[in-house]
């Protein structure tokens, strides 16, 4: 990754950004966006918008869709400087809504209170898309199904993701650095103890430290013990494992990753017992095979991909013992009813998590049966999807709060793109807190028992 590398737009963002195509097409899509795109898109506004209430003012005046009686719905005022929106709009749908925010094709009045505007009618505002854009959302999916996780783009991925900046991800997750849904107790309020008697401090820490050791439960670790970790993080998991008295081998493709890692570890006197690898999962070192007694990956099989789910469970398998051993796994997921194989370039999937596949709870479990049938049996499932609001809701408060001064200059220094304060409040922001339908699974294994 080039250090002015940053998450870059879709290729038909850039092209409409920067002017790239022939003037006859390039004329035709600007009659499109000015007028046909333009009507088209309010029509579908005016069918779709059952619940809050959008207005939106351009050169023709301020027009109002949906009903603002609702108090506790959301209503927004989007302003319109450039009619490039409706093209954005026509062969990107949502996806170039955000690219439009970003590139300053419109500003809005509350972007959370348009993201929540988009959920609660998310059902009736399908008209948005056309030919155009489902056509390019199916080619993405396909492209992301064959192409996505292969090995050499499972690195750019990584790097794109994780390698941006180690200060920047300080700003808004906690102390020991879990970048995924922690899981709130009776300590902390429960899930909605922020909204009833506001976020204290070390609330999220107490949060993800429940969540650790959680998975450490489950993987049935014990002092002596060696487990495999894929997909390091910043260390957090591999550390408590330490300090529990196993070893632990932790696998990462991110350098950023395995520096701060390597520093924690020394920081909390476990340097002796953690050790890190910058390789892919497909490339574990020979003397792993059947050496390690319980296995974890904390949301990173969300990086694999269908296509590969049979050699990440074939690693599994491999790298553990043949008797007694566990696996844990948790994945960021999506119900049944929206799962599949295929599943478009989005926002998060460009722009936060590149080429990533949501698994299904169900689609995990079958994947293990297919992979390795009868190595291992699922001892249970869990479904934390109710823990991650407030998660997202702590790290936005922390972002909002941290995300200035050292830590921006850093940024701009890295990313020319970013030298403008234009430019960096419209960066995607990992904590934006809205209402957001994420699921999350916790997949526990272990070996299927030999009685002889």
């Known amino acids: 990754m080039t250090s002015s590398s940053l998450h870059p737009s879709t290729l038909r963002s850039f092209v409409l950004s920067e002017g790239l195509l022939p003037s006859h097409i390039n004329a035709l899509l600007c009659s499109y966006g000015k007028a046909p795109g333009r009507s088209r898109v309010f029509d579908a506004l005016t069918r779709g918008i059952r619940k809050g209430s959008l207005g939106i003012e351009d050169d023709d005046g301020t027009h109002r869709f949906g009903e603002a009686e609702d108090k506790n719905a959301s209503s927004v005022m989007l302003r319109v400087h450039r009619p490039s929106l409706w093209a954005r709009v026509l062969v990107s749908y949502d996806l170039g809504v955000a690219e439009g925010f970003m590139e300053g094709d419109f500003t809005v009045s509350d972007l959370k209170g348009l993201l929540n505007l988009w959920l609660d009618n998310r059902t009736t505002l399908a008209g948005l898309s056309s030919p155009i854009s489902r056509f390019f959302s199916r080619y ?186 566990a696996v844990v796994i948790t994945s960021t997921s999506r119900p049944e009813h929206r799962y599949s194989e295929y599943q478009a370039d989005d926002f998060a999937r460009h722009y936060h998590w590149p080429n990533s596949h949501l698994p299904s709870p169900l689609s995990l479990a079958n994947a293990v049966q297919a ?26 408060r922390r972002l909002e709060a941290n995300f200035k001064g050292e830590v921006v200059a850093e940024l701009r220094e890295k990313y020319p793109q970013l030298r403008t304060d234009a430019a960096s409040s419209r960066t995607p922001r990992s904590g934006l807190h809205v209402r957001t339908p994420i699921s999350t699974a916790g997949l526990s294994l272990g070996r299927r028992m030999q009685y002889r």
Request: net charge neutral; hydrophobic share 40%.
């Open 371 to 396: 992979a390795v049938p009868g190595r291992f049996v699922l001892h249970n499932l869990e479904d934390h999807g109710i823990h991650y609001p407030r998660t997202l809701r702590e790290w936005g």
């Open 140 to 325: 993405s999916a396909l492209a992301i199904n064959v192409f996505g996780q292969a090995p050499g783009m499972a690195k750019w991925n990584v790097e794109v993701a994780y390698d941006t900046s180690n200060a920047f991800f300080q700003c808004f997750l906690s102390k020991e650095m879990m970048y995924s849904c922690a899981i709130w107790g009776d300590a902390e309020g429960g899930v909605r103890g922020d909204l009833i008697n506001g976020p204290t401090p070390g609330d999220l820490e107490a949060a993800q430290q429940r969540k650790i050791h959680n998975i450490l439960a489950k993987a049935r670790v014990r002092p002596g013990n060696r487990l495999l970790e894929i997909g390091s993080g910043w260390g957090a998991m591999a550390i408590e494992a330490a300090k529990l008295g196993c070893t632990v081998d932790t696998v990462t493709l991110s350098r950023e990753q395995m520096a701060m890692t390597q520093r924690r570890a020394a920081e909390a006197g476990v340097a002796d017992r953690v050790r890190v690898h910058v390789c892919d999962y497909r490339e574990l070192p020979p003397e792993f095979g059947h050496a390690f007694d319980a296995a974890v990956s904390c949301e990173m099989i969300e990086a694999v991909g269908p296509r590969h789910m049979h050699t990440f469970f074939r690693t599994l398998d491999w790298a553990l013992k043949p008797d007694r051993a």
